[in-house]
């Protein structure tokens, strides 16, 4: 079946512009998380959904951070009036909702951003 | 949440088997331990997870001793395929209200397997 996807793959911006990344989870998962990897790095949390339960925003790194997820589908990143420290790779991941398996988070491939 | 240590990086050669071990000395009752391979440009891949004594699948082992302070991922026989990154995380799954899913991957072990 189709995995996680994420649009764009790649995306330029210049700093101070607004940028909005999709995430586009396995049909049938409830949590999505997003992430963000700086080069060689490890993967920092920004936040995690899970159904219709209030988000856990608590590694959203500024207020010019933002996520919404519509039902159980599509989630959106929003970073406003972006700058150059945040240009990373951002990973969406899903995974069931609980249990076991709730810890075999599925990831898109990431969308690059690079901020000039 | 538990914290998790690994070792930064660690060197190997083809068909040798490969050990890391991941120390979480403050890990809860309820905790789970996962394991994931993360390739360069790719997100983290799910390995293997397990709660205590030894889980095995078609991939690796985990081995965690009974005070589940530690546990070692073993990787039978690597290739230069398994040259990757990879993270111990540490976690309850009990639900959402117990804060459990927000899961830490740290920077996690780069492995070097060599010809």
């Known amino acids: 079946g189709a995995g996680v996807s994420q649009s764009p793959s790649n995306k330029v911006t210049e700093k101070g512009k607004d940028v909005e990344l999709r995430c586009d989870p396995i049909s049938g998962h409830t949590a999505l998380y997003w992430y963000r990897q700086r080069l060689g790095q490890g993967l920092e949390f920004l936040i995690y959904f899970q159904g219709n339960s209030a988000p856990d925003k608590s590694g959203l790194p500024s207020d010019r951070f933002s996520a919404e997820r519509t039902g159980e589908s599509v989630s959106t990143l929003t970073i406003q009036r972006t700058q150059q420290e945040d240009s990373a790779v951002y990973l969406c991941?899903?995974?069931?909702?609980?249990?076991?398996?709730?810890?075999?988070?599925?990831f898109g491939p990431g969308t690059r951003l690079t901020v000039t | 949440l538990a914290k998790t240590t690994q070792p930064i990086s660690m060197d190997s050669y083809e068909g040798q088997e490969v050990n890391i071990t991941c120390s979480h000395n403050n890990i809860a009752t309820n905790d789970y331990i996962t394991w994931y391979q993360q390739f360069p440009s790719q997100g983290p891949r799910f390995i293997i997870q397990?709660?205590?004594t030894k889980v095995t699948n078609e991939v690796a082992s985990l081995f965690i001793p009974a005070d589940r302070k530690s546990s070692t991922l073993s990787l039978p026989r690597v290739s230069l395929s398994d040259t990757a990154v990879y993270y111990c995380?540490?976690?309850?799954?009990?639900?959402?209200?117990?804060?459990?899913?927000?899961?830490?991957f740290g920077a996690g072990t780069r492995l070097f397997v060599k010809a």
């Open positions: 991941a899903s995974s069931y909702g609980q249990g076991r398996s709730s810890y075999e988070q599925y």
């Open positions: 995380l540490v976690g309850d799954i009990v639900g959402p209200m117990t804060g459990g899913f927000k899961t830490i």
């Open positions: 397990g709660y205590k």
